[in-house]
């Protein structure tokens, strides 16, 4: 079972809300991402998490906070959100080691619009 | 930053043509995966290579990895409009748990 889920499949929300996108994995996976995406385009590096602790930050706006609870949950905090950060975000584990160690696996995601 | 090119960009093509999209590097990478995306979805794994030189093959789609690790392709043989998508390659060095991905390549099969 390679299986990452994610929720909400869809968000709508305006530019002074606060929401939160989850995901989550029960494959014993140790390094949890967070990726932005614009149609057609690859997946953007957001943040890593390796054993529960953020080991990469790409310069991301503290307008998205992440957050992880423990191994198997990985949270996006979102607030005060430009209309620009409208885009498809992906979260994805990466295998254990000698259990395709070497792949990511991607959740559905979750499309968010701003206005 | 770690660039992986890929080429080429845009594909359409014929139902039942033979197509080849490449994945370039000047870095080497540990491994190499493909995804194939669809507008919306998250990328679906389709194959990991990891080992210099290796060939894998997936029903009509076959993947090679460069013998110095640092390119690979992807090759469909008689493509269906299901081929249709994103394909996207993306590498891991050999250090830390950072992928990088390739620039994609858009293909859509004409029925």
């Known amino acids: 079972d390679t299986e990452v889920t994610q929720t909400p499949k869809h968000l709508v929300m305006g530019m002074t809300n606060k929401k939160s996108l989850k995901c989550e994995q029960h494959?014993?996976?140790?390094?949890m991402y967070w990726y932005k995406q614009k149609a057609k385009k690859p997946p953007e590096l957001m943040f890593v998490?390796?054993?529960?602790?953020?080991?990469i930050n790409e310069s991301v706006p503290s307008r998205f906070s992440p957050e992880c609870p423990n191994s198997s949950l990985l949270n996006l905090h979102l607030h005060a959100l430009q209309p620009e950060d409208s885009a498809l975000y992906l979260c994805?584990?990466?295998?254990?080691?000698?259990?395709?160690?070497?792949?990511?696996?991607f959740g559905p995601g979750t499309r968010l619009l701003v206005l | 930053t770690q660039l992986l090119e890929q080429s080429p960009q845009f594909l359409s093509i014929q139902e039942g043509e033979n197509l080849t999209v490449y994945c370039n590097s000047s870095?080497?990478?540990?491994?190499l995966q493909w995804y194939r995306q669809e507008p919306g979805e998250g990328p679906v794994l389709l194959v990991t290579?990891?080992?210099?030189?290796e060939v894998k093959k997936l029903k009509r789609l076959t993947f090679q990895f460069g013998d110095a690790r640092k390119d690979s392709s992807l090759h469909i043989t008689a493509a269906q409009p299901g081929d249709t998508g994103l394909y996207l390659c993306a590498g891991e060095e050999n250090t830390g748990n950072q992928f990088y991905f390739g620039t994609g390549t858009s293909l859509t099969v004409i029925p």
């Open positions: 870095s080497v990478f540990s491994s």
């Open positions: 494959m014993g996976h140790r390094a």
């Open positions: 994805a584990s990466r295998g254990r080691p000698g259990v395709g160690q070497e792949t990511q696996y």
């Open positions: 998490y390796s054993y529960e602790k953020l080991s």
């Open positions: 290579v990891v080992t210099g030189g």
